[in-house]
């Protein structure tokens, strides 16, 4: 078992090396996806460490940035409760479910909504509004399973329905997340994590709006119905390799670096930096730089604080918030709720 994890973290070096080599990188393929809001992420504690997840993945949000660490998961498990007030008057919601089964390892659920408000139907005849409204979104259903295999390595999947909607299309697909853990012997515990996010099929809008009546020859009586087939999307595939470490460790306080090589399949490599400081596991602070190097990126530095209460015999509640900069758009702002049982 020691070889396998040995192997397995030369794996990851090279893989972190690899990423670091390609930051910078000239080549964008900006909007060539389908279902971006699966790259948006979720837990007001990883956004406010500008989302530098990937190897602290030590709560229930982990099962967005590395489902290894739900591993991780003391006590019977955590619920958590995400809601993020996006740009362009856009929410988007998500909740998750995971329970520590001990040697068996742990298991999750999680559901998220992009939603927002309805618009009129416009056509080039009615520009002004049919009178009609529609509605788009999107919509996301995942099972979860993680396991420590040795004290120190942990892996986690995610199994995912992914659904897109406007007016009467949509499109959907599945997708598949894993990830992997590793705590060093060696500084203190330094972490490594990395992970794969959103491996799955193509996904392509179909609906009634899509049927057409062809005329053939150009004569009257010669119409068909015909079907306007539209093209195939890959979903937004994410590769993430994160290190973490704890420079300041006390019973009292405890302070985390941590920093994520991100390379995804639509856009140039980016690196997300993240701070944390905790004071007695109750009160948090939080500083970080998400996307910093990608091309035309928008998002920059996020902070944060959270309170986690203890209200019963092992049973606690934290609350996060986060601000992220997102530049020319603005910001945004995340608001958690956790419950730890």
């Known amino acids: 078992m020691t070889r396998k994890v040995l192997s397995l973290f030369a794996f990851v070096f090279c893989v972190v090396s690899f990423s670091f080599a390609q930051i910078g990188s000239s080549l964008t ?5 389908s279902a971006q809001f699966l790259k948006i992420g979720i837990g007001a504690r990883a956004i406010g460490m500008g989302g530098a997840f ?11 940035w590395n489902p290894a660490g739900l591993s991780r998961i ?12 996006w740009i362009m008057d856009i929410k988007y919601s998500f909740a998750a479910l995971a329970l520590n089964l001990g040697n068996l390892g742990t298991i999750g ?33 995942g099972l979860s399973y993680a396991r420590q295999l040795t004290d120190r390595f942990a892996i986690g999947f995610n199994f995912k329905y992914v659904r897109e909607y406007i007016w009467h299309e949509s499109a959907q697909g599945f997708a598949f997340d894993f990830g992997t853990l590793y705590v060093t012997p060696f500084l203190n515990g330094m972490r ?9 099929t193509k996904m392509q809008l179909t609906g009634r709006d899509l049927i057409i009546i062809y005329t053939v020859g150009g004569g009257t009586g010669n119409n068909i119905n015909a079907f306007i087939q539209t093209d195939k999307f890959e979903m937004p595939l994410l590769f993430r390799v994160g290190l973490s470490n704890d420079f300041l460790k006390t019973e009292s306080q405890r302070f985390t670096v941590a920093v994520d090589a991100v390379h995804p399949n639509d856009n140039t490599e980016y690196l997300n930096l993240g701070a944390e400081y905790s004071f007695k596991e109750i009160f948090y602070v939080r500083g970080g730089y998400k996307s910093l190097f990608e091309k035309g990126g928008e998002q920059r530095y996020t902070v944060g604080a959270g309170v986690k209460y203890s209200i019963a015999r092992g049973v606690a509640v934290a609350v996060d918030y986060a601000y992220l900069d997102f530049g020319r758009l603005k910001n945004v702002q995340y608001l958690t709720l956790a419950v730890k049982f």
């Open 29 to 33: 393929k900006t909007g060539t996806t």
């Open 54 to 64: 990937g190897s602290v993945a030590d709560d229930i949000s982990s099962i967005y």
């Open 74 to 85: 003391s006590g019977r498990g955590e619920a958590v409760f995400n809601y993020v007030d």
């Open 109 to 141: 659920m999680q559901i998220s909504a992009l939603t927002m408000d309805d618009m009129e139907v416009r056509t080039v005849a009615m520009p002004d509004g049919t009178g009609e409204r529609f509605k788009a979104g999107g919509l996301m259903m």
């Open 192 to 200: 490594i994590g990395a992970s794969m996010s959103n491996y799955g």
